[in-house]
């Protein structure tokens, strides 16, 4: 059974810097995505990640997957406040998504 | 916006008492699927349909049950509900070509 870990859980950073989000899955995952969600909303598609190797960015979110080392990353270049949100990873096992815990990120000025 | 629509978006029932929440999907999209979250948490895999007929279940016990209809809406059912019921019910309808998920605005059941 497909198990999705995150760390960190929560992350404060100040405005500016740059920080990394993980995401390690136990099997072998079709592919692997990444979401947003804001405090009582539902989840924004951020990613889909297709194949070892893949990388794709938006705006100052950057993700990528290594299919082998079963790793996927979220990195953050120059956090801006309008980053703050929870984000998840999420596996696809057999048609169903298997979320991480999500990382609760909070950019400070 | 994402194209799947929710209804209710907020609800409170009694325990014991019985919810019915829908979801519409975009035109196309065979796959529907319905997750659970509860607060502080990762959204959990209730189950799938496609193309009317379930194709895959999450650890739910059976007072969870679905159904899918010919123009892409979809229902889920709770019976006999529990306090533990309480949490956001995501609706997620699959785009074929590419696999994206696209997730509805959700429900938001509180159970007294």
């Known amino acids: 059974e497909l198990k999705v870990e995150q760390n960190p859980l929560f992350l404060s950073m100040q405005e500016g810097k740059n920080y990394t989000i993980y995401c390690n899955y136990s099997?072998?995952?079709?592919?692997l995505y990444w979401y947003r969600q804001d405090p009582g909303k539902s989840l924004e598609s951020l990613f889909v990640?297709?194949?070892?190797?893949a990388v794709k960015q938006e705006g100052r979110l950057m993700a990528s997957l290594d299919t082998k080392a079963r790793l996927s990353t979220l990195h953050i270049t120059a956090a801006v406040h309008d980053l703050s949100a929870t984000y998840f990873c999420?596996?696809?096992?057999?048609?169903?998504?298997?979320f991480g815990t999500g990382t609760r990120l909070q950019v400070f000025p | 916006e994402t194209g799947v629509t929710q209804s209710p978006t907020h609800l409170i029932k009694t325990r014991g008492q019985q919810v019915t929440l829908r979801c519409s999907s975009q035109s196309g999209h065979n796959t529907v699927s319905w997750y659970q979250q509860a607060l502080g948490q990762g959204p959990q895999f209730i189950f799938q349909y496609y193309r009317e007929e379930e194709n895959g279940r999450g650890n739910f016990p059976p007072r969870f049950s679905g159904l899918q209809f010919p123009n892409y809406s979809s229902e889920l059912n709770v019976n006999a509900l529990e306090l533990d019921d309480s949490a956001l019910y995501l609706c997620?309808?699959?785009?074929?070509?590419?696999?994206?998920?696209?997730f509805g605005e959700g429900s938001r059941l509180t159970v007294l």
């Open positions: 990640l297709l194949s070892n190797g």
């Open positions: 997620a309808s699959r785009q074929t070509g590419t696999g994206e998920l696209f």
């Open positions: 099997t072998t995952s079709d592919r």
């Open positions: 999420a596996g696809l096992n057999t048609d169903k998504l298997i």
